[in-house]
């Protein structure tokens, strides 16, 4: 049974910087593309970035180019979200997932999720 587990979130001021991590076990991943997608309150589930286990390949979403960072370590099966020059509309519930494809932007096709780390940014 896969398991995934968030940490990292937290209060940052606009222009501040946060990494997230992601904890994965349950199977043998090296086939697998790992994802974060973010959900703001009122909103829907939205993409932010996937990457390949290998971290050879990776796909953001237009919102974060250039500001975020997906990365993996084989070794430890995490993965992580770096996010640099934060902006208030930043601020979301980050969940890590996987079962998707690469290209993969719509929620509905991750079968397994964490429980979401909390990410507030102030003005």
Same mark, same amino acid.
């Given at each position: 049974?896969?398991?995934?587990?968030?940490?990292?979130?937290?209060?940052?001021?606009?222009?501040?910087?946060?990494?997230?991590?992601?904890?994965?076990?349950?199977?043998?991943?090296?086939?697998?593309?790992?994802?974060?997608?973010?959900?703001?309150?009122?909103?829907?589930?939205?993409?932010? =970035? $996937?990457?390949?286990?290998?971290?050879? +390949?990776?796909?953001? &979403?237009?919102?974060?180019? %250039?500001?975020? !960072?997906?990365? /993996?370590?084989?070794?430890?099966?995490?993965?992580?979200?770096?996010?640099?020059?934060?902006?208030?509309?930043?601020?979301?519930?980050?969940?890590? =997932? $996987?079962?998707?494809?690469?290209?993969? +932007?719509?929620?509905? &096709?991750?079968?397994?999720? %964490?429980?979401? !780390?909390?990410? /507030?940014?102030?003005?």
């Amino acid at each position: 049974q896969v398991q995934l587990v968030e940490s990292g979130g937290g209060l940052v001021q606009a222009g501040g910087s946060l990494r997230l991590s992601c904890a994965a076990s349950g199977r043998t991943f090296s086939s697998y593309v790992m994802g974060w997608f973010r959900q703001a309150p009122g909103k829907e589930r939205e993409f932010v =970035a $996937t990457i390949t286990w290998s971290g050879r +390949t990776t796909n953001y &979403a237009d919102s974060v180019k %250039g500001r975020f !960072t997906i990365s /993996t370590d084989n070794a430890k099966n995490l993965v992580y979200l770096q996010m640099n020059n934060l902006k208030p509309e930043d601020t979301a519930v980050y969940y890590c =997932a $996987t079962g998707g494809g690469l290209w993969s +932007t719509s929620p509905g &096709a991750f079968g397994s999720w %964490g429980q979401g !780390t909390q990410v /507030t940014v102030s003005s």
